[in-house]
């Protein structure tokens, strides 16, 4: 069963512009973490955050996340033609990681 | 460092045969888990292993199982192969089962 649930499930955006997707999970979580899949290929991590933290950056990402509210948010600045791909937060907890359905990420030339 | 490595890339049996992948983590990676990512039901958790135990084991019936050896590399068998089970068989290794560094997949069609 799906833990987390990614919103929008697609976004289309021109290059340059920011992207925002949304995360929501349902159980406790040791971490929340961000993935990137290339057109059905492996995963690519991107950046991990603790449940004792609010915030977290890594160069053009900026990841938040509400514990009270059982909710993350990805955010990707001065988006590029090459951010495009599906992207997938995942709780941990217990050993293993349970994916949301993913957002697909559309930046045009 | 040589990523994660997964054989075969590419797969196709038939219903009621068996398959075995293959996974062999990150030197030095001793936690081993395995995701089946399909169209409807996304990725979902199979199992993980560390030091040749299984610690923890998602929702999916006895026809799937693992085992991981004293290297670490990781096999994953399913017997019976049903329709449902075309996907993208993923694997991933970890040192502190945080940050899963994954392979490239298998890709199973099942006709």
């Known amino acids: 069963s799906q833990q987390g649930e990614e919103d929008p499930q697609a976004l289309s955006i021109q290059e340059g512009e920011n992207a925002t997707m949304n995360c929501s999970y349902k159980t406790s979580i040791n971490n929340l973490q961000w993935y990137r899949q290339n057109s059905g290929r492996g995963l690519v991590h991107l950046i991990l955050i603790r449940s004792n933290e609010r915030e977290k950056h890594s160069g053009r990402l900026r990841v938040t996340l509400d514990t009270s509210k059982k909710s993350s948010s990805l955010l990707i600045t001065a988006s590029r033609a090459a951010d495009t791909a599906s992207y997938f937060c995942a709780t941990g907890l217990d050993y293993k990681l349970t994916f949301g359905k993913g957002t697909l990420l559309t930046v045009n030339p | 460092k040589a990523g994660v490595t997964q054989t075969p890339r590419y797969l196709i049996k038939t219903r009621g045969q068996q398959v075995t992948l293959s996974c062999s983590p990150i030197s030095g990676h001793r936690s081993v888990s395995w995701y089946q990512q399909t169209p409807g039901q996304g990725l979902q958790f199979l199992f993980e292993?560390?030091?040749?135990?299984?610690?923890n084991k998602g929702n999916f019936p006895g026809r799937f199982s693992g085992r991981q050896f004293s290297n670490s590399r990781s096999e994953m068998n399913v017997s019976t192969l049903e329709l449902g089970d075309s996907a993208l068989y993923l694997c991933a290794s970890s040192i502190l089962q945080e940050t899963q560094y994954f392979g490239p997949g298998t890709r199973l069609l099942v006709l």
């Open positions: 292993y560390f030091s040749e135990t299984q610690r």
